[in-house]
């Protein structure tokens, strides 16, 4: 049975290109080694990338976009599967419940709040689902450190701190998926 990666990453076509190519790379991994992909659904930025690289490397792609922005910067038609749902929440929901395991990559806001919330469900115990930050360039670490701070000043559990593993590139994110 394939394994699911819900990689999120960012949107803009305007990201530095160490930033496209380890999305490019993120989406090699996951087709080279038979895993699927579930995302945002989109054809822009890391997004597109990380898709079309994983269908190029023989992987399944899914792809979850609410109507809005379908309308605004478009769904990738190429996917293994497309879903256009009504909301973002929903989005998040079905990107959840088909993932078994959660990647960030670099990106924006989008990306920090859909981060946010799988970490907090996991906080609350709504899953136990790894969370993997890649730290492209040192890119996430103003956020580990703020998750020391969090923890630091008691506004989480010390076993918080590690509900976050962080990796330096794409494919130590593989270490983690052989516990899946």
């Known amino acids: 049975m394939t394994k699911y990666l819900c990689v999120y990453c ?16 993120m989406g090699r991994v996951i087709g080279e080694n038979k895993l699927g992909l579930v995302y945002g659904g989109g054809r822009l930025g ?33 996917l293994t599967e497309l879903h256009i749902v009504d909301t973002m929440h929903t989005r998040k ?3 959840s419940e088909h993932a078994d395991m959660f990647v960030v990559l670099p990106g924006g806001f989008g990306t920090l709040d859909e981060m946010f919330e799988i970490i907090t469900w996991h906080q609350l115990k709504l ?7 890649v730290n492209i360039n040192h890119y996430w670490d103003p956020l580990v450190q703020l998750i020391n701070t969090v923890v630091d000043k008691k506004f989480a559990h010390s076993e918080h701190r590690f509900i976050v593993k962080v990796v330096n590139n794409v494919n130590d994110v593989l270490t983690i998926t052989k516990d899946l």
């Open 10 to 25: 960012g949107a803009s076509e305007r990201a530095d290109p160490m930033y496209r190519q380890a999305a490019i790379d």
């Open 46 to 78: 890391l997004m597109g990338l990380v898709a079309d690289a994983v269908l190029h490397h023989g992987g399944r792609a899914i792809g979850f976009i609410p109507e809005h922005l379908n309308d605004r910067e478009g769904a990738h038609l190429g």
């Open 93 to 95: 929901k079905n990107m």
């Open 127 to 133: 899953h136990n689902k790894p969370i993997v930050l």
